[in-house]
């Protein structure tokens, strides 16, 4: 059964899938987005909503909605592909949502590696791509390997640094399982993302300990008083995180020509007119150029049954990369995927500005 009323004092809310991709779709065409660019931004949030990757999930919409409404972003670009060597390209994003680059310069190094092995595409003039996994997960669903990577703002300190440096910098890496869900790392190179912070303030609930740090440089559990993320590895052994952090810079930063994280304006504003230049990098394998696929497959699977054979401590369970997201995937296409009640303000303030028929919420 479904209901239309916004009582935003509830905290079970709940919407299908369908629904979800129907909303968004409308909102982002009504505030001026293109049929492709809508498409894009709507797969990779709500494939993260499904996953359970709630900070880059259906909570970004109202950001880029303002981000496109500002002129940050384009929401018809005239996107171009320009193939340099037979296994590598360059894409120009013309400053347009950086999910509709993603996935496009991802299908071009799949072809690329469907052809002679190995693609690599470097990403300019972007913009914010939400998870990075949604795009190592669409070469794995193609039968290849895939890895993403993006720089961003700083938010990040050095190990044992005062100010932010590094953006988050995720990095993804996506195999595909022959008869199961694919192999999926999607992390950031800071111990969370910063969408953590805000998706934890937002809902009143504390940080894990070794996360983040306020103005001073302390470690704090509060997301209203920090100023800074620590590297993955904390306060100890930051210099790890640091260090993957750097490598995702070179990356998307110089193979792309953009400016690094550091001089990137911040994705939150104020300034929601001038495009950012983010950069990203999309590399694909294809296990045939290696081995034969039998092979692959059958060492593959070994692997996973081995892992996931190891004892675990005391109720503990020992994962894959990935198993949680699939199991929170089934999860949500069954009961539905949850709004908290900040998103619930949010998407009822689009379906009114925007004159959108809002979200129907399961009862």
Same mark, same amino acid.
């Given at each position: 059964?479904?209901?239309? #009323? ?20 409308? %909102?982002? #065409? ?6 492709? !660019?809508?498409?894009?931004? +709507? ?28 002129? #940050? ?12 060597? =037979? ?33 690599? %595409? ?31 703002? =700083? ?32 992390? *950031?190179?800071?111990? %969370? ?34 100023? *800074? ?26 193979? !792309? ?16 007119? +001038? ?21 692959? *497959? ?42 908290? !009640? ?6 009822? +303030? ?14």
């Amino acid at each position: 059964m479904n209901d239309t #009323r916004h009582d935003i004092r509830r905290q079970d809310i709940r919407v299908t899938v369908d629904d979800l991709e129907r909303f968004m779709g409308e %909102v982002l #065409r009504r505030a001026g987005a293109d049929e492709a !660019s809508s498409a894009a931004v +709507t797969r990779a949030l709500v494939t993260a909503s499904r996953m359970g990757t709630d900070s880059h999930g259906l909570r970004l919409l109202p950001h880029y909605i303002r981000a496109l409404e500002g002129g #940050r972003i384009k929401g018809a670009p005239k996107m171009r592909f320009t193939r340099r060597l =037979p296994a590598t390209g360059i894409f120009d994003a013309d400053n347009g949502f950086g999910h509709l680059a993603g996935y496009a310069a991802m299908a071009h190094a799949v072809e690329m590696a469907e052809e002679i092995g190995v693609g690599a %595409v470097a990403v300019g003039h972007s913009s914010h791509f939400g998870a990075a996994g949604c795009y190592a997960l669409a070469a794995a669903e193609r039968g290849l390997i895939g890895l993403s990577f993006c720089n961003s703002d =700083p938010f990040v300190l050095l190990h044992e640094g005062l100010s932010p440096f590094h953006g988050t910098n995720p990095i993804a890496f996506a195999a595909p399982v022959e008869g199961q869900s694919p192999y999926l790392l999607d992390m *950031a190179t800071s111990a %969370v993302p910063w969408n953590r912070v805000q998706q934890y303030g937002a809902i009143g609930r504390e940080l894990p300990d070794q996360v983040a740090a306020d103005a001073r440089g302390h470690v704090t559990r509060v997301p209203a008083e920090v100023a *800074a993320l620590l590297p993955l590895g904390g306060s100890d052994f930051g210099f790890k995180g640091a260090g993957l952090g750097g490598m995702v810079e070179v990356l998307s930063s110089t193979l !792309s020509g953009m400016l690094n994280g550091f001089r990137l304006l911040p994705m939150g504003g104020p300034d929601m007119s +001038t495009p950012r230049g983010v950069g990203h990098f999309f590399l694909a394998l294809n296990p045939a150029a290696f081995v034969d696929r039998a092979t692959f *497959a059958a060492c593959l699977a070994e692997y996973l049954a081995d892992l996931r054979s190891q004892p675990a401590v005391d109720g503990g369970e020992v994962l894959a990369p990935g198993d949680r997201e699939w199991r929170c995937q089934a999860q949500r296409d069954v009961e539905g995927i949850p709004l908290d !009640s900040a998103n619930q303000v949010a998407y009822a +303030t689009l379906a009114e500005s925007l004159d959108v028929p809002p979200l129907r919420y399961l009862t």
